[in-house]
């Protein structure tokens, strides 16, 4: 059965400084990956999804993770954070031709000015 | 509205009384899927309802929930005999659901409280 680990419920950084959430899967079988983000009083909205093809996805607001099937990790980064980025993000996974997706407890992540 | 609707936004209910959700897809979304969110616990997948197939009900977390979607459409979340314990976020979500790895869209959530 597949399963998603955040390890870090919250993440404090200082503004510009880099920053690294990370996630890990269990399944069996070829999975699709997900970054879900929610915002401070707003609903989840996808940020970024591996399928297939190159192991590092972008984002349109500068994240990005890369898919390591060996560690089966999905971990995603940002070089330098910006107070706007401060919300909820949630790791999610789904197996092969199934599409129930399983999501993470989520990371806070708080940028201090 | 284009996205995905749910009502009500906020609910406050006795402990032991029935509520019902109710969640309105996104147009010719055929993939429904219920969430609970609750401080602490992230997202907790309830039940999932694909075309006409049988709904994975797998993550209802007792037999006082159940869920029904009507004529591929509209959903009915419904919770007996609320218990404190219910009280959550529940979150609706819908997809295409023609291939996997679809983007899942949510609603608001519908906030319970249960007091």
């Known amino acids: 059965a597949q399963s998603v680990t955040q390890l870090d419920s919250q993440v404090p950084v200082f503004e510009e400084a880099p920053v690294e959430l990370r996630c890990n899967y269990s399944?069996?079988?070829?999975?699709?990956l997900f970054w879900y983000v929610q915002y401070p009083n707003q609903g989840l909205q996808l940020l970024l999804k591996?399928?297939?093809?190159?192991?590092l996805v972008e984002s349109i607001n500068g994240f990005e993770a890369e898919f390591n099937k060996s560690q089966t990790s999905f971990h995603l980064r940002k070089p330098s954070v910006h107070i706007s980025d401060t919300a909820e993000y949630f790791c999610?996974?789904?197996?092969?031709?199934?599409?129930?997706?399983?999501f993470g407890t989520g990371t806070k992540l708080q940028v201090i000015p | 509205g284009a996205g995905v609707s749910q009502s009500p936004s906020n609910k406050v209910t006795e402990k032991g009384k029935d509520v019902e959700l109710r969640c309105d897809p996104i147009?010719?979304?055929?993939?429904l899927y219920w969430y609970r969110q609750s401080l602490g616990q992230g997202l907790e997948f309830l039940i999932y309802?694909?075309?006409?197939?049988?709904?994975?009900k797998s993550g209802l977390p007792s037999d006082r929930f159940s869920a029904e979607r009507t004529g591929g459409s509209v959903s009915t979340l419904t919770i007996q005999r609320t218990q404190q314990e219910d009280s959550a976020v529940y979150l609706c979500?819908?997809?295409?659901?023609?291939?996997?790895?679809?983007?899942?869209?949510f609603g608001e959530g519908s906030w319970l409280t249960v007091v």
């Open positions: 979500a819908s997809s295409l659901g023609d291939t996997s790895g679809n983007t899942i869209y």
């Open positions: 399944s069996s079988v070829s999975v699709y």
């Open positions: 591996y399928l297939s093809g190159s192991t």
């Open positions: 999610a996974v789904s197996e092969g031709s199934y599409q129930k997706v399983t």
């Open positions: 147009s010719g979304h055929t993939a």
């Open positions: 309802f694909q075309g006409n197939s049988a709904p994975d």
